[in-house]
T-cell receptor, first 114, second 114 residues
Framework: AQSVTQLDSQVPVFEEAPVELRCNYS??????LFWYVQYPNQGLQLLLK??????LVKGINGFEAEFNKSQTSFHLRKPSVHISDTAEYFC????????????FGAGTRLFVKA | DAGVTQSPTHLIKTRGQHVTLRCSPI?????VSWYQQVLGQGPQFIFQ???????GRGNFPDRFSARQFPNYSSELNVNALLLGDSALYLC?????????????FGPGTRLTVT
């Protein structure tokens, strides 16, 4: 079975500071990895995804993530955050064997302070 | 192009009642997935439909059912509502291209069971 653990439920950070949101996953088979963002009262928006190839993935809004197979991690980073980045962030995994089921972590609330 | 649309936006039901939630995928998308997001948690996979057939089911009771129509829109039905069914129900659509694909989420239907 697959599982996703987001290690921080809340991350407060000052504007223009760097941030890292941590995600670890468990799976006995190969998976695809995703980060989504959810703004209040909205659905989920894809930030970035890792399917194969380069382990450093760049996404929208200046976010990037690094896939580490040995540590089964997929941490999300941004070098300088803005107030508008305040939102809930979800890490997710999906089997790459043709199945459609996506497993989400519990989410990390990023709060950017002025 | 219109994104994924869901109706209604909000819904209040009482215990024991039945509810139907609707989803229209992005034009050209043939797959629809349903997720339940309880407050403070990540989305949990309920169903996946592709070409009008169920292709995946999460760990939800038989009170939950769904179907996909010839125009690829979908309905999620929940019978005998319980207080614990209160949640944001998200629909996501995707266009299957090989084994890597992206899901696009709608804004969700907020269901409150009293």
């Amino acid at each position: 079975a697959q599982s996703v653990t987001q290690l921080d439920s809340q991350v407060p950070v000052f504007e223009e500071a760097p941030v890292e949101l941590r995600c670890n996953y468990s799976s006995s088979v190969s998976v695809y990895l995703f980060w989504y963002v959810q703004y209040p009262n909205q659905g989920l928006q894809l930030l970035l995804k890792y399917l194969s190839g380069s382990t450093l993935v760049k996404g929208i809004n200046g976010f990037e993530a690094e896939f580490n197979k040995s540590q089964t991690s997929f941490h999300l980073r941004k070098p300088s955050v803005h107030i508008s980045d305040t939102a809930e962030y979800f890490c997710a995994v999906r089997l790459n064997t043709g199945g459609f089921k996506t497993i989400f972590g519990a989410g990390t609330r990023l709060f950017v302070k002025a | 192009d219109a994104g994924v649309t869901q109706s209604p936006t909000h819904l209040i039901k009482t215990r024991g009642q039945h509810v139907t939630l609707r989803c229209s995928p992005i034009s050209g998308h043939k797959s629809v997935s349903w997720y339940q997001q309880v407050l403070g948690q990540g989305p949990q996979f309920i169903f996946q439909y592709y070409e009008k057939e169920e292709r995946g089911r999460g760990n939800f009771p038989d009170r939950f059912s769904a179907r996909q129509f010839p125009n690829y829109s979908s309905e999620l039905n929940v019978n005998a509502l319980l207080l614990g069914d209160s949640a944001l129900y998200l629909c996501a659509s995707s266009y299957i291209m090989g084994s890597s694909y992206e899901q696009y989420f709608g804004p969700g239907t907020r269901l409150t069971v009293t």
